[in-house]
């Protein structure tokens, strides 16, 4: 029952906002450092945001700052990713991972959970 469930993802028009949610069952959210990654058709994979289960700091990568936000509640075992802003561009499934620490989620090794993903499709 170790599981990461992203939901949120929909079709929005560029300019607009949609909020992600990767919930966790089975293990304590709060210990774990919880990173957004997202693949476009046709691209790699990319790290979007990450939020440090030390300190509470976060990483966003460049395409991405300004416009997207991580945050997370221990107390119900979520964190959230606000996206505004969109651009066509952000068009990708979104999953979030949980790795013990900051350094070990730059490495799919050191990453414990994947979620499934969530589609976001920002078109007009």
């Known amino acids: 029952q170790v599981q990461l469930v992203e939901s949120g993802g929909g079709l929005v028009q560029p300019g607009g906002s949609l909020r992600l949610s990767c919930a966790a069952s089975g293990f304590t959210l709060g210990a774990y450092t919880i990173g957004w990654f997202r693949q476009a058709p046709g691209k790699e994979r990319e790290g979007v945001s990450l939020?440090?289960?030390?300190?509470?700091?976060?990483y966003y990568a460049d395409s991405v700052k300004g416009r997207f936000t991580i945050s997370r509640d221990n107390a119900n075992n979520t964190v959230y990713l606000q996206m505004n802003s969109l651009k066509p561009e952000d068009t990708a499934v979104y999953y979030c991972?949980?790795?013990?620490?900051?350094?070990?989620?730059?490495?799919?090794?050191?990453?414990?959970?994947w979620g499934k993903g969530t589609l976001v499709t920002v078109s007009s």
């Open positions: 939020i440090n289960n030390r300190d509470g700091r976060t």
């Open positions: 991972a949980a790795a013990p620490n900051p350094s070990l989620m730059s490495d799919p090794e050191g990453i414990d959970y």
